[in-house]
């Protein structure tokens, strides 16, 4: 809820500041969107591929081994919490992350080139 209320927070912000703001703004607010944007597809493929054995390390650091793996036919708590339901979260996480980081991405330079636009017809 906070991540849906903070874009709404920025374009009130953008309102009210001054043109010199706006820009800045705008800038800053394109630039964090996209360098997301990177870093997120810079994780995936890291994720993927050591998410596996960092997660059998962590386990076996902090837990006796094999008490963290579990029975999906005789525990319950993977009947109530299956693979899939952790799967679902992520993929959408990800698809919340990637969609607001694009129009984020799209609002921040278009603001910047509507505010450079303005500048040059008040400066003519």
């Not at 001054?18 to 607010?29: P, S, T």
């Not at 708590?77 to 607001?100: C, D, K, N």
Request: glycine share 6%; with cysteine; proline share 4%.
């Amino acid at each position: 809820r906070l991540l849906m209320v903070f874009p709404l927070l920025t374009i009130a912000a953008w309102i009210k500041w001054g043109k010199e703001k706006k820009a800045m703004g705008a800038e800053m607010v394109a630039i964090g969107s996209l360098a997301t944007l990177i870093l997120f597809v810079g994780i995936i493929p890291f994720l993927v591929l050591v998410f596996p054995s960092a997660f059998s390390t962590f386990h076996l650091l902090f837990f006796d081994e094999g008490s963290y793996l579990f029975d999906p036919s005789t525990d319950l708590l993977v009947q109530l919490y299956p693979e899939g339901l952790f799967l679902s979260f992520a993929l959408r996480i990800a698809l919340f992350t990637v969609l607001l980081s694009l129009l984020l991405c799209f609002f921040g330079f278009l603001m910047k080139k509507d505010l450079k636009q303005e500048k040059t017809k008040n400066q003519s």
